[in-house]
């Protein structure tokens, strides 16, 4: 997909991203299929160290040379399969999962990894299409993939779910199809409780 075109995405940030997490506190963040790298040089900018994961060579060069020396240090260009790819347990405040199909997988082992990659008191963010929009071909099927609200469903108590909808999208469609509204999963993982029983991140 990439080697075939000189730029496959706007540059810009998705707007879930910056709509759910201009308010957070920067820390270390997952940027899961990070593509041509808008997204993880938003939140660098912003003042996050970002590990920015993509299967695509070409993309993370490409985002690479598109960062430039001005982030060097703050962003991990990644390339990783995590369907496959075992994850730090705890270790991200933010994890961003931005349109990236996430494939369902006996006892949802996929999505387990990734949430347990969210430390306490850390973001899970999910933006996707609305199924709604989307319909199967050849190769793809929605029906095989995860809705926030089927995450959302997964989540224990240990969970705070702070949004959970679907909305009109801010930016205009892509080139061909016809998205015209995003789902989107916020939750936050609870702090650790300290000693004095107030809650607490843990150091990292």
């Known amino acids: ?11 810009a940030p998705n707007g879930v991203l910056v709509a759910e997490a201009s308010d957070l506190a920067p820390g270390q963040a997952l940027d899961v299929g990070c593509g041509e790298g808008a ?21 993370l060069q490409r985002a690479a040379a598109t960062a430039g ?3 060097a240090g703050r962003v991990a260009w990644t390339r990783a399969d995590l369907t ?24 949802d082992a996929v999505l387990r990894r990734l949430l347990a990659a969210v430390a306490p008191g850390g973001t899970l ?37 702070l949004v959970n909808e679907t909305r009109p999208r801010t930016a205009p469609a892509p080139e061909g199809t016809r998205h015209t509204r995003d789902t ?15 809650r607490r991140t843990e150091g990292r």
């Not at 997909?1 to 540059?11: A, D, I, N, Q």
């Open 184 to 198: 989107v999963l916020r939750a936050q993982r609870a702090p650790v409780l300290g000693d004095n029983g107030h």
């Open 69 to 71: 020396p001005e982030l």
């Open 125 to 161: 963010l999910f933006g996707s299409h609305d199924p709604a929009d989307l319909s199967a071909r050849p190769g793809f099927d929605p029906a095989e993939y995860y809705r926030h609200d089927e995450i959302a469903g997964l989540l224990d108590d240990d969970w705070a779910v």
């Open 39 to 59: 997204d993880a040089i938003w939140l660098a900018r912003r003042g996050w160290r970002v590990t920015a994961v993509d299967l695509s060579r070409t993309a």
């Open 84 to 107: 496959v790819t075992p994850l730090p347990a705890g270790a991200f405040d933010l994890v961003s999962i931005q349109y990236f199909p996430l494939p369902r997988r006996p006892g």
């Open 1 to 11: 997909m990439y080697r075939g075109r000189e730029r496959v995405f706007s540059g």
